[in-house]
């Protein structure tokens, strides 16, 4: 019904107001009593077989909302009955920022691909921390930035500062240092800077009785030997995980109209690259570093294949724009299938 009914109709209009105004809708719905059992009990499955347990944290099932979708933790509840595994909340930055000038998020329909140049926009540290503060009956993962105004060299202040203020609110932290819509991010992949901001927060963690995992979010535009570099760092900083990837700047061959747009793509044409760096993660670490994979994931065959390829769990999008919410249940009914 969604395919056929639905995403025509959304996608007749602007697909920022859209995303606002469907969040809207489902606030709304599920204050109606009994709404929230029953999108669950349509949309929801679990199965022990589903379960996964990593650095130290046991999820329901592998499959998640990435970074991104509920960037400032409004409808953490409403979308956990969707069925997700877990939700990352972000990417957050300690002060508030418009992001980019509109209009800055483009439907690729033809190819089930987004172009997005957000820029880090969001409600800042302060105001999500106090959302956080709420009960939820979901992993949140905390997707953190730096601000645009924020120069490279007072990057790790930033970093730091979110860690501090979300530390006893989310369950995982992810360091994003990969966003193509902040200019000068990309150039923190560096091994210099990693190991400086690891070795603050590692103190920090440590130092705390519930020590929280911290996973690294890497671009897909990076070569082999500087994903060996990055590897590195994680085994010597004791990271706990990386996810696999980010959004591209390297295009391939599209075919809609809005091809030409500036910004990061993802959603079917980043598939065969994110997979081609999850496979190299897994094969250089032996399959033991925790690896979430997230690009590309249009189908359920394409979502199968990317856990084959190596990744532990894996992480949603584009994929739910154009598939719609009950994809989250048909990957895991076929993941039921599998044993890995």
Do not use: W
């Not at 107001?17 to 499955?45: A, E, R, V």
């Not at 409808?75 to 002060?95: C, L, Q, Y």
């Not at 920022?97 to 690729?108: A, C, D, E, V």
């Not at 103190?203 to 990055?230: A, T, V, W, Y």
């Amino acid at each position: 019904m969604y395919k056929k009914f639905i995403s025509p109709f959304l996608f007749l209009f602007d697909p920022e107001k859209i995303h606002h105004f469907t969040f809207y809708l489902l606030k709304i719905l599920l204050k109606i009593p009994f709404s929230g059992f029953f999108i669950k009990s349509i949309y929801s499955i679990r199965h022990n077989s589903l379960e996964r347990e990593l650095f130290g944290l046991k999820f329901p099932n592998p499959v998640g909302m990435a970074a991104g979708f509920d960037k400032n933790a409004t409808h953490i509840n409403e979308f956990e009955k969707f069925g997700f595994g877990f939700i990352e909340i972000g990417t957050v930055t300690p002060k508030p920022q418009f992001g980019n000038p509109k209009k800055r998020l483009f439907r690729l329909k033809e190819d089930k691909a987004v172009i997005n140049r957000m820029g880090f926009n969001n409600d800042g540290v302060e105001l999500i921390k106090k959302r956080l503060k709420k009960k939820f009956n979901v992993i949140v993962g905390g997707n953190i930035g730096k601000n645009k105004v924020t120069p490279n060299s007072d990057a790790k202040s930033d970093y730091i500062y979110c860690f501090n203020e979300l530390y006893n609110q989310v369950d995982y932290f992810v360091i994003n240092v990969s966003s193509p819509n902040t200019p000068g991010l990309r150039e923190l992949q560096s091994k210099e800077f990693l190991n400086d901001l690891f070795y603050d927060l590692n103190k920090i963690r440590f130092e705390s009785l519930n020590p929280k995992p911290i996973l690294l979010k890497i671009s897909p535009d990076l070569n082999e030997e500087k994903i060996l570099e990055i590897l590195d760092v994680i085994s010597v900083n004791k990271i706990d995980g990386i996810i696999a990837t980010n959004t591209t700047i390297n295009f391939p061959k599209l075919n809609s109209k809005n091809r030409n747009e500036k910004g990061g793509l993802s959603g079917a044409p980043i598939y065969d690259r994110s997979n081609e760096v999850i496979s190299f993660i897994s094969k250089c670490t032996n399959g033991k570093l925790p690896i979430i994979g997230v690009g590309g994931i249009s189908s359920v065959d394409q979502a199968i294949e990317k856990i084959k390829a190596g990744a532990h769990l894996i992480q949603i999008y584009t994929g739910l724009i154009y598939e719609g919410p009950g994809f989250i249940k048909k990957i895991n009914k076929e993941l039921l299938n599998y044993k890995f």
